[in-house]
């Protein structure tokens, strides 16, 4: 009997499945279309780890299953090459980004290969690569053109020891990662995306994704933060009537306002507090607030500190004095950067003006009950109070009245605000895509030509740590005005890393398209992604901007969808002991060694059926050794049946045994089939399979050998996309010279799971005392009867008095005696 050996089986079935191109993506135009993509990782010095190969591993299975059943399946695979931890290393190791990254994108392909993942790879993208980076370049060209490219002012992370912005990341407690010293916020001009144009659209395109999970929509609702409400102008007298606008979704509330608040970044408090008694304290709040993180600012458990100004705004309504205040829980990324204090109906501003001791004035008060004290603010509806000519409306009535009244004075409108804000698009780095814009003096700000990408990054810069890298290139930043010839300089900024996976998915399409990102006609042969899958903290920020591409895409002809990807699907993290891998808690498992040790096939089963899916999956050698146990007995399966090969007989299903045995068979693929195809839950479409065997190693010796060779053959097929080397191997050994994963995935005869008996559990009061085989057409009357033959269960009901007999279909009897 031939021994078990992935170490030699893998290596010889990788290299012939590479030199036979069966992975080359299938372009019949009379077979339905199938794109199965999961995440394409980053290319770290750490490679790959197992939640890449839980990634990998189910898409994988979703990809071969489908090809067996008759698609043409596009399953590739690439980089996500740019970002920062590249520059860090060129930093700290003295190596180049380029080399540094491509080095790692080499090894990961080839730990991608070692667990047999069925890719295209003559459609690798690596975002890092010319090829790729000129057509992101094309793209942000396309948003320049149609305006949804712009530059403005806006704060930065910047270290001025190093002289250098900083990303959020590199800000650790409110020091610079590198040299410790503070951070600071700095304005400067910042390139950015109009994605709030889309921002509707955005929002209403989730209600046509039924196979999207709600909890992921949830996400990326709460992410956009739709918001109807109004803008209301309150005016800065001391400021020659200056407007300060703030929004609320609560005009009902306006009478209460008895203080505004605006941001410390807002543009108006220098010139309040100019001159003032508090200035220099307020100033040094300011430097201080701003340099704190958004959830150091806004968190439920924050303590709110807020300064008066000595500023007053005037009400839009009834021309009162309102005091105005600088606080820290106000962002000027959010609404307006002002907002209006209503303690009474706001349990926020209660704390706030409980503290300060700021009038708490209520305006609605409960409809059945009078005006009293209040303890906490009152935030349900009721009737106005204190509100004018608006006094005894319902609240609700109130808010559209206040309204009309305040566009009336055009002080005020109703509007939609959105939480989302324009994708700030410009980083202060070098390993990014160079944004193709050049600054020249009589021309101003003027796009590379189309022609003229890719606007490459140079190779003569400086890794000090000491300010942007490009800026040190004199040969990138000194170049000529494509417009009028005259002496320029280029863009320094690089794009967000995040454009580089919002529409490689459309690159695979077509790959070596030299002229276009990819062609409409190969991208309507392949979009939308029917199967994408991926980490659950890629679901807000990377799904949002790569619809927000597909969309704007879509406006262009380019696509002809609106959304990217059919079905996404979350999966779970791979934990061990209880906890998500990592190095600093000393619980990293690699693939590599799980592959040395046990083979691909072993890490690619236990992956897929220790839990399911979309849930944590708690790493354990006893789980994966039981998976190489189980693969030893698949292989000892067909090794010890291996003469029922040799003179192949067809099945005779007038044998019982082969009957029951067909019936298995046909109930296992379905079961598998429904399991993989419809559901994802490969953990029980594979313990099906197991179950399959068990009847195999069940079957009697004498039993007819046709119906033994079939379900030899048809759970080889089964498991043939979970483990593609183990199953390979074995097909070829019982004489097919085809690949298995180019075989018609098995169907399942619906009469051949018919049950001529079932087996039924005999209980006396609840305990089972017997069991009975009974025909699968037996009546409840005729199983009675059956069941009241029994020896066993006559001798047990002798001397007591039957009350009742409960027969639950095809799966126990309950006697009910006394």
Not at 139 to 157: C, D, I, P
Not at 483 to 512: P, V
């Amino acid at each position: 009997m031939r021994k078990y050996t992935p170490a030699e089986i893998e290596p010889k079935w990788q290299q012939k499945w590479e030199q036979q191109t069966i992975y080359q993506t299938d372009e019949s135009p009379d077979k339905p279309k199938f794109y199965a993509l999961e995440m394409f990782p980053y290319p770290s010095g750490e490679g790959l780890h197992m939640g890449h190969v839980r990634n990998y591993s189910m898409g994988d299975v979703i990809a071969r299953f489908k090809k067996m059943n008759g698609f043409r399946v596009l399953h590739p695979m690439g980089a996500d090459a740019f970002g920062l931890p590249a520059e860090n290393a060129a930093i700290q190791r003295g190596v180049s980004p380029q080399t540094w990254t491509l080095n790692n994108m080499k090894r990961i392909r080839e730990e991608q290969a070692q667990l047999g993942l069925s890719y295209d790879w003559d459609r690798y993208v690596g975002t890092c690569e010319p090829d790729y980076y000129q057509f992101t370049q094309w793209l942000f060209l396309h948003f320049y053109e149609t305006g949804l490219a712009y530059r403005k002012k806006a704060a930065v992370n910047w270290c001025p020891e190093c002289a250098t912005v900083l990303a959020n990341e590199q800000v650790e407690d409110g020091l610079c990662w590198r040299c410790e010293s503070e951070v600071e916020k700095k304005e400067l001009e910042q390139w950015f995306l109009r994605i709030t144009d889309y921002a509707q659209r955005l929002l209403d395109d989730l209600d046509r994704m039924p196979e999207w999970p709600e909890k992921v929509k949830a996400m990326q609702r709460n992410w956009i933060g739709r918001s109807e409400g109004a803008q209301i102008t309150f005016t800065l007298p001391e400021l020659e009537n200056e407007p300060v606008s703030v929004f609320t979704t609560r005009p009902d509330t306006l009478y209460g306002v008895t203080y505004i608040v605006l941001a410390p970044e807002h543009p108006l408090v220098p010139r309040l507090i100019q001159g003032k008694p508090g200035e220099e304290k307020i100033k040094e709040f300011i430097k201080q607030v701003t340099n704190e993180s958004e959830l150091a600012r806004t968190g439920a458990d924050v303590e709110k500190i807020g300064y008066e100004t000595g500023a007053f705004a005037e009400h839009p309504l009834t021309g009162e004095k309102i005091p105005v205040w600088v606080a820290n829980y106000v962002l000027m990324d959010y609404g307006t950067g002002a907002v209006m204090g209503v303690p009474a109906h706001d349990e926020r501003d209660f704390q706030f003006a409980q503290k300060y001791h700021l009038p708490i004035k209520q305006v609605i008060r409960p409809k059945d009950q009078e005006e009293e004290t209040l303890e906490s603010a009152y935030v349900e509806d009721g009737v106005m109070i204190h509100s004018g000519s608006f006094d005894g409306l319902d609240n609700r009535k109130a808010i559209s009245a206040i309204v009309s009244r305040l566009d009336e004075l055009k002080k005020g409108k109703k509007t939609v605000s959105y939480r989302l804000r324009d994708w700030l698009f410009s980083r202060q780095r070098y390993w990014g895509c160079p944004i193709p814009i050049v600054y020249c003096d009589s021309c101003g700000v003027v796009p590379v030509p189309k022609e003229e990408l890719p606007v490459r990054l140079p190779e003569d810069v400086v890794f000090d740590g000491k300010s942007n890298p490009l800026t040190t290139s004199e040969t990138f930043v000194h170049t000529l005005c494509p417009s009028c010839g005259g002496k320029a300089r280029r863009e320094t900024d690089t794009m967000d890393t995040f454009i580089d996976s919002s529409w490689y998915f459309l690159r695979y399409t077509d790959r070596h398209n030299k002229e276009l990102p990819f062609s409409p006609d190969q991208a309507d042969k392949w979009m939308a992604v029917d199967s994408y899958i991926g980490g659950i903290e890629h679901a807000v920020l990377h799904l949002l901007y790569s619809r927000f591409v597909t969309k704007v895409l879509y406006d262009a002809g380019m696509v002809k969808v609106e959304e990217p990807f059919r079905l996404y699907f979350p999966l779970g993290m791979v934990l061990k002991d209880g906890s998500k891998m990592s190095k600093s808690k000393g619980n990293v498992v690699s693939p590599g060694e799980i592959i040395s040790k046990y083979g691909a096939d072993t890490a690619r089963l236990f992956i897929l059926f220790a839990a399911p899916p979309e849930g944590e999956l708690d790493w354990t050698e006893s789980g994966v050794e039981g998976s190489y146990r189980f693969l030893n007995r698949v292989w000892r399966m067909l090794e010890k049946n291996r003469d029922v090969f040799s003179n192949r007989l067809d099945p005779d299903l007038q044998d019982a045994s082969a009957k029951e045995l067909n019936r298995i068979l046909h109930q296992t693929i379905k079961k598998v089939t429904e399991d993989i195809g419809g559901r994802f839950h490969f953990n029980t479409a594979i313990s099906a399979v197991m179950e399959l065997v068990n009847a195999v190693y069940a079957y009697p010796k004498e039993a007819d050998k046709g119906m033994l060779a079939e379900a030899i053959e048809k759970a080889i097929l089964l498991l043939a996309p979970a483990v593609p080397h183990i199953t390979e191997e074995m097909w070829h050994s019982i004489g097919y010279t085809d690949s298995i994963h180019l075989q018609p995935w098995p169907q399942y005869d619906e009469s051949a799971l018919i049950q001529d008996e079932i087996e039924l559990a005999v209980q006396i009061n609840g305990k089972v005392r017997d069991k009975v085989v009974v025909s699968a057409q037996a009546d409840r009357q005729a199983v009675e009867d059956q069941v009241m033959q029994l020896e066993r269960i006559q001798s047990m009901l002798a001397g007591k008095s039957l009350r009742k007999v409960i027969v639950v279909p095809g799966k126990l009897v309950n006697i009910v005696a006394k």
